[in-house]
């Protein structure tokens, strides 16, 4: 017997339950950050257990994984679904529990885990993990890149290439400083590629547009200050230029977070349909909550359903 079938056992044995929690899994990936979580997880599954909420455990093995592992075990109707992992694992999880209904408990345990820091989600798991017993549900409005779901953002150009050329190990034994030293080397080369964006039907020029539903970027950066995630309007940022110098200062400006971050240097447009084509000879990559699985042409807009994330109680 197979360790999905195993889990798929010990799951259907638990006892339904609506609140609290009883019965649920948790999703991590072993490899997430700079660290192995294994011994942290079974720690926290024990530690959950004795609380009375009992927690299946399915490590990922690999890309896409996480989103395989949510639809083996939503047919069993668990209370809940946990993740620990960075963006990527939390974005594959919302994948396979949109429109379900079932809570999803974000543990972060990445190198940026900019949706925690949206949503104001403890930035340590174990902290994250009260939220199992103690947190509210809040409905994110789920986005579609094509026919794929995502969260936080779809990028063309340079971010979509730092992400699909990411070497793996480097980033796990690094952080971000091996994050910096792929897009050091993606900046260097970048040749500014021609897009045209259209955003509900007007066209707009980019050599960089990025698609944002969150505040933040990159970490604690803030890309859009408006943008909401419960929202069906996406932000969408347009860098037009073709200077190394003047993308470099976006970024400078990015990481300062201020209001008016981009005067100058980039404009950000709202609406509820966004189409990035490339007017090169070759398709533009890209991605789709830090996954680098797309290209040009691509169509963003809000899908019908809804993901839900455990948050902290309101003040």
């Known amino acids: 017997m197979g360790q999905s079938s195993r889990q798929s056992d010990s799951l259907q044995r638990g006892t339904a339950a609506a609140e609290p929690f009883r019965r649920g899994v948790l999703i991590y990936n072993p490899t997430a950050g700079q660290r192995d979580r294994r011994p942290q997880m079974d720690a926290l599954i024990g530690r959950l257990r004795a609380e009375g909420l009992t927690l ?44 379900s209904g079932v ?8 190198t940026s885990n900019v949706l925690a820091r949206e949503l104001s989600i403890p930035l340590d798991p174990e902290s994250a993990a009260g939220l199992l017993f103690a947190g509210r549900r809040r409905s994110l ?20 290439r730092i992400m699909g050329k990411m070497n793996l190990t480097l980033k796990r034994r690094m952080g971000r400083a091996g994050i910096l030293l792929t897009a050091a080397s993606e900046y260097a080369r970048y040749e500014f590629p021609s897009l ?32 909401s995630l419960e929202s069906d309007v996406m932000d969408v ?8 110098l003047r993308l470099l200062r976006l970024f ?19 609406g509820r349909r966004v189409e ?35 948050v902290p109680p309101a003040p």
């Not at 400078?252 to 709202?270: F, Q, Y």
């Not at 084509?277 to 070759?282: G, L, N, W």
Request: one cysteine or more; glycine letters at 10%; aromatic letters at 6%.
């Open 56 to 99: 299946v455990n399915a490590p990922t093995t690999g890309p896409g994984h996480a989103t395989e592992i949510v639809r083996a075990f939503l047919p069993l109707k668990p209370d809940v679904i946990a993740a620990c992992g960075g963006d990527g694992t939390i974005s594959e999880v919302a994948r396979g529990l949109s429109g």
């Open 103 to 110: 809570p999803l408990a974000v543990l972060p345990g990445g």
């Open 141 to 160: 409005r789920v986005l579609l890149a094509n026919d794929r779901p995502f969260l936080l953002w779809a990028g063309a150009g340079l971010d979509a």
């Open 196 to 227: 045209q964006v259209m955003v509900d039907g007007e066209a707009y020029p980019a050599t960089f547009a990025v698609v944002c539903h969150a505040r933040h970027y990159a970490g604690d950066w803030v890309i859009a200050p408006q943008a």
């Open 237 to 244: 940022m347009l860098f037009s230029e073709r200077s190394h």
């Open 252 to 270: 400078l400006a990015l990481r300062r977070g201020r209001a008016d971050h981009l005067s100058g240097l980039a404009r950000i447009v709202r």
């Open 276 to 310: 990035m084509r490339s007017r090169e000879a070759y398709a533009v990559e890209v991605h789709a909550d830090g996954d680098c699985v797309l290209q040009t042409p691509v169509t963003c807009r809000a899908s019908l359903e809804t993901v839900e994330i455990l």
